[in-house]
């Protein structure tokens, strides 16, 4: 019987686990399956060592430094002396996992990286970890796919999980009435983050680009994203004294029916890409984090669409530029210009276009499985 351990540290990646496992248990159901995840890994039929509670900090802290190394240590000596998998699945979460890789090497245990560290955007030196590390990478951008070839690395290029994973567009007139929405009103929907840091460096700005848009414009309608994996009492505590309508746990369907958006940076650009809903992105933290991100970037481009298709398409307001008046401008703009919306429109319909339509989830398991076999 094969057994494997797989590692996530955030909700997306989970979600991510839970196909790829699922999957798997289909080409082998006697497969056995422990890691560190959340409910989806748990569905899929894993045994969780631990949640993802200890995983998904965001900051430079000490505290959140020292329980990462602590659960590195704990996970890699159960995996290395009570476990004993046949091959462990790092996803995303590079840092923490590359660490645990390191932990692995030379213990005769198979290491992949799904999703791996996005080397090509910062932090490019982690590509010699990886190779010394893992034992094969799969990726889910067309243009990682050489770059690791370059360094001898054995890739496989699987497709974005999103493509075939993103529901469909939502019924608007359905959800409008579900939310107590008006048809009648255009739709500006806020996606703040789904990090507590994230949320008390954005938080405010957003809610005060918000109010000022609702008051030049009464006929808009204001919504606020609250992510599933947020505790409320975090949420409520950034996100706070607003008349604005929350909605938890329907990302997608907000996305997909919204008018535009105002997102924090992130996977969610690429989910509303894909819907081709108007968008601007906002993102700012720490200066000494920004100060160190200038340092180590390898691109300029934040957004995954401006990546992806390596065009300006949607507007980026970093750090200095994340202001209320640059918010609401560019909101304005793709609210009643009618040639910036059709441009930005025309230009997202070229980053699925860019990708596969590769599953990527099956590619991914059965590339293992025929790991595990060989």
């Known amino acids: 019987m094969k057994k494997i351990f797989v590692i996530t540290g955030e909700y997306s990646g989970d979600i991510h686990a839970g196909r790829v496992v699922q999957i798997l248990k289909e080409i082998n159901p006697e497969m056995e399956v422990q890691g560190i995840g959340g409910e989806n890994l748990k569905n899929a039929g894993a045994l969780l060592f631990c949640d993802h509670s200890k995983m998904s ?7 959140i430094a020292l329980e990462h190394l602590k659960l590195e240590k704990e996970v890699s000596e159960y995996i290395l002396d009570e476990y004993k998998p046949d091959l462990v699945l790092l996803i995303d979460y590079g840092t923490f996992n590359l660490r645990v ?3 692995l090497k030379g213990h005769g245990i198979k290491v992949v990286h799904y999703i791996p560290p996005q080397v090509w955007a910062s932090r490019k030196w982690r590509i010699k970890e990886i190779k010394k590390y893992v034992d ?17 690395i054995d890739v496989t290029y699987c497709g974005h999980p999103l493509v075939k994973q993103l529901p469909q567009k939502a019924d608007r007139g359905t959800f409008f009435a579900e939310h107590g929405l008006d048809q009648s009103k255009k739709l500006v929907s806020i996606f703040p983050g789904s990090r507590p840091l994230e949320l008390k460096f954005f938080g405010k700005t957003f809610l005060s680009a918000a109010k000022r848009l609702q008051k030049m414009h009464p006929e808009l309608q204001i919504c606020i994203s609250h992510a599933p994996n947020l505790n409320d009492k975090i949420f409520d505590k950034y996100i706070k ?23 924090a940076s992130g996977t969610v650009a690429l989910e509303a890409a894909l819907y081709k809903t108007p968008m601007i992105i906002g993102y700012k933290g720490p200066w000494i984090l920004y100060l160190i991100y200038l340092l180590v970037r390898c691109i300029k481009k934040v957004s995954l669409p401006n990546i992806i298709t390596g065009e300006d398409i949607v507007p980026e307001l970093i750090q200095n530029k ?11 703009k793709l609210l009643y210009d009618k040639d910036s919306r059709d441009r930005m429109i025309e230009g997202l319909e070229k980053v699925k276009n860019k990708l596969s339509d590769k599953y990527s989830a099956r590619v991914a398991a059965e590339t293992i499985s025929d790991l595990l076999n060989s």
């Open 57 to 63: 900090a965001f900051g430079f802290s000490l505290n």
């Open 101 to 103: 890789a390191k932990r």
């Open 322 to 332: 994340f202001n209320v008046d640059n918010i609401c401008y560019e909101t304005e």
């Open 136 to 152: 094969k990478v799969l990726c889910i951008f067309p243009f990682e796919v050489e770059l690791y070839k370059q360094y001898g």
């Open 241 to 263: 004294n607003t008349d604005f309508k929350t909605i938890k746990g329907e990302n997608q369907a907000l996305l997909s029916v919204s008018d535009s958006l105002i997102l």
